[in-house]
């Protein structure tokens, strides 16, 4: 469809990452879409404080719609207004009304629309529903038209195939190089080693263990971490504590500290194949980054070239002790290239259309990346 696709997109923040690892996600997937000439109607509810937090003002490369996070009407009328898109998508974890949304959207199929559940959460998703044969999100699952992740790889695949998807197809993290990109070093970000991410419950004890312990072998090396929930954590005297990081402060995060740590949830780490946002937000900067074990990594980074991996947090101290400056340049340097060149969410945008042409979703493979005019943004809040 040389015009492009309308596109009703039911998910948590696009324009605030506060509580929401999934913003940065979100922006690269939709901007990349926009800039091959589709058109994305966002749907987030005021909720979490989110609307309180932006960090972003109203894209142009999207329409941002914000109903009341309380009581129904408010998500009754924007399920109403995406009636009639092209492709309706309702994301994993938006947080207030997933199971109403669950069911809903697929009130809104026609036969001329495709309805795809996105899991941004994949393994927690299916250790869920693994766990409860009640969940009522298990029969929906079939009748949707396609499912997407953005990690999990042939373990999740046979597992959502396995609970009657029709398709499940990985649309993995990645980088949109005029967001994410190397800057000069910010004096209150220096450190030996920092590491972003919320306190939650299946990361905090891998957080004790690959960065806190780690710390606690290096008593003489300064450590730098970044995320919220963290105030009441008994942290070691080498740690400083800064609390929520905002997105257009991540590229100095990034790029000030020798190296930068990535720490998966224990559910991601366990499937593997699910490099967080945090993955290639860091290796767009040229950061030198140390990443925990999973298996799958080498799809996306090269061990010892490109990244540094470590199975605990003795391993983090090992690496953190014998990095030279230079080292951590060449492997942040090296990192940089091989992201940029294989996995930009341009190249993602790419990879959903050919899903959706293969698929007859009505969308050409050919559309031009610039085909279609700035779509107009308003933000707008359904009582």
């Known amino acids: ?30 901007r990349a879409l926009h800039e091959r000439g589709h058109r994305v109607t966002f749907y987030e509810p005021d909720a979490y404080e989110r609307q309180a937090h932006r960090d972003i003002e109203d894209p142009t490369w999207a329409k941002v719609v914000v109903y009341a996070g309380v009581g129904t009407d408010g998500v009754s009328q924007a399920l109403e207004r995406a009636r009639g898109a092209d ?14 949304l669950e069911r809903e959207v697929l ?4 036969a001329d629309t495709a309805v795809i559940f996105w899991d941004v959460d994949a393994p927690a998703t299916l250790d869920r529903v693994g766990q409860n044969a009640d969940d009522p999100f ?26 009657g998807a029709r398709a499940c197809i990985p649309i993995y993290n990645a980088l949109h190089p005029s967001t994410h990109h190397p800057v000069l070093p910010e004096p209150r970000f220096e450190a030996d080693l ?16 690959f960065f806190l312990r780690a710390a606690e072998r290096l008593p003489r090396r300064r450590f730098l971490l970044g995320g919220s929930g963290w105030a009441d954590k008994h942290i070691p005297l080498n740690v400083s504590a800064i609390g929520h990081v ?16 990535n720490v998966n949830r224990e559910s991601m780490a366990r499937y593997g194949f699910s490099p967080p946002t945090r993955v290639f937000e860091a290796a767009g900067a040229g950061a030198c980054l140390i990443t925990d074990e999973w298996v799958g990594i080498e799809l996306f980074l090269e061990p010892d070239r490109e990244v540094l991996v470590a199975a605990n947090g003795d391993a983090v101290a090992a690496h953190l ?4 400056p230079e080292r951590a340049q060449a492997i942040g340097d090296a990192a940089y290239r091989r992201i940029v060149a294989e ?33 107009q943004s308003s933000r707008e809040a359904l009582a």
């Not at 002790?321 to 030279?324: A, E, I, P, V, W």
């Not at 259309?353 to 279609?372: K, L, P, Q, Y």
Request: hydrophobic share 40%.
């Open 1 to 30: 469809m040389s015009s492009g696709l309308d596109i009703a997109f039911f998910g948590s923040s696009l324009v605030s990452a506060y509580w929401n690892g999934a913003a940065t996600y979100y922006r690269g997937i939709i």
């Open 87 to 100: 492709v309706i998508v309702k994301a994993s974890g938006v947080g207030v009304f997933d199971e109403l």
């Open 107 to 110: 009130g809104l199929k026609r």
């Open 138 to 163: 298990l029969p929906l699952i079939p009748r949707y038209d396609l499912v997407f992740t953005y990690g999990g790889g042939e373990p999740v695949v046979r597992a959502y195939e396995a609970l």
């Open 194 to 209: 920092g590491f972003l991410g919320n306190r939650l419950p299946d990361r905090e004890t891998r957080v004790e263990e």
């Open 246 to 261: 905002y997105t257009h402060e991540h590229n100095a995060f990034n790029c000030t500290p020798r190296a930068v740590l």
């Open 321 to 324: 002790d014998g990095l030279t």
């Open 343 to 375: 996995h930009t969410y341009a190249h993602r945008a790419r990879q959903i259309e050919a899903e959706f042409g293969a698929r007859d979703i009505g969308v050409s493979t050919h559309v031009s990346m610039h085909s279609s005019a700035d779509s």
